[in-house]
């Protein structure tokens, strides 16, 4: 009796219990559920501006010969027998690997055999930059068990600046190093599941994007074999890492670049030059690293970068370490534009700073939602530095005359004959395997120009010599001009 007394008034308590359990329990799959909508949905939606975008790019003339038209034509040369020729800045046949190890261009080769569109390129990328988002979503929600804040991570990274100039690099067009954002980031994913086939996969794909990117995913080695105890598979993988980005900078580059010198050996000369160079300059003159690293505007390219996750990926370094690569040769450079987050140079930085982030904010597990709203209001803070946003004057473009200029003057360029161009109207010519960049003419017999191509350089210097190919009259004959832009057809010489 004094047991089925006390069960009698145990109950409503027991009841209480268990209706306050099943409704915490339906909550969780509420919110998870209205989260991985937010996340999806919001990744669909994402993907679907920056294509659109980068569609619209295309439509008012603005993919240059450089980058996506040389690209193009690394792609278009090898399904035509020239495998990864392209024409260099100054007029010259060069293979593209002796200026950067891409290899994963070919991936494109069917896809552009099947639709040959340039606009193909920048879209395909658009849309795997979104994609990068998941695994963010996956990976938080796993370590900080929520839904709510693995979204707030997802968000963050599709508004943070650096991930948008990667899905859409409005100044230089198409990257295959744009892909290495998703892939490493995958990667991430797979080696926190122990899925290591699947690792191996989209490891191997990234490291076809760039010449340091294999040392990017050898970083990954170190972390998974200190972090998950897999030291064998971590070291080999480091190991190979380091042992493929040598290969690339040591003897692949130089093998293909023209005359075997470094072509980007200029950008270093402060700190040596050449990697052999840096190594010296490291034990010979120290400082001038720093001095290198020390300026007002690479503070704020770090700023840019490292802010917006709230300093959380200090929290987990092995991991960062992915992130060093890019950031040595960004910083050592003298070339403005790798340490401005509005081009491609950040695609190996960037994977390595969110996912940090992420295991950086399990070390405070009672704030980590706080701390994952706080990374959203900072990236929402900077994401107004965006492609979009600079982009919107491509809408004014739509249907002026100076565009349908353009169109009307390409069409008038035949297939697959040498022509030289200014270089956005480039990029709509380089599916041919001699394309040349005003003012370097050397066998083209068409010129097709846009006298007010800002990204032409110089610009008095520039009209002045498309004034004096237009006075060439015994040369060159004018067979359209409207708006700035100008045809010009050779010839034929004296007796043929």
Known sequence: MSETALTSRDAPRLEGRLASFCARALGDRGEDAIASRVVYGGTVAYAALFASAAILHWVVFKEARFDLGNMVQAIWNTLHGHFLETTTATGHQRNRLGFHVDPFLLLFAPLLWVWSNPVLLPVVQALAVASGALPVFWLARKHLGSSRTAAHFAVAYLLYPATQFNAFTIAAGFHSVSFAVPLLLYGIWFLDEDRLVAFCVVALLACTTKEEIPLAVGCLGIWVAVRKGRRLFGLSVFAAGLALTMFNFLWLIPRFAPARV???????????????????????????????????????????????????WLFEPLLLLGALPDLAINLLSDKPVQTVVGYQYTAGIVPFVVAASIFGAKRFPSRSAGLSLGVVACAAAVAIYSPIYLGAKDLKALGSPVVAAKARALNLIPKDVPVAASNELGGHLSERRYIYEFPYVRHARWIILDINDITQGDTPAYRQVVRNFEHDKAVWRIVFSSHGIIVLHKRPASGT
């Open 262 to 312: 470094d072509p980007y050996a200029g950008r270093y000369r402060g700190v040596g030059g050449t990697p052999q160079g840096m190594a010296h300059k490291l034990f010979s003159d120290p400082v001038a690293f720093v001095h290198a690293v020390a300026t007002g505007h690479k503070a704020f390219y770090l700023a840019l970068l490292l802010v917006p996750f709230l300093g959380l």
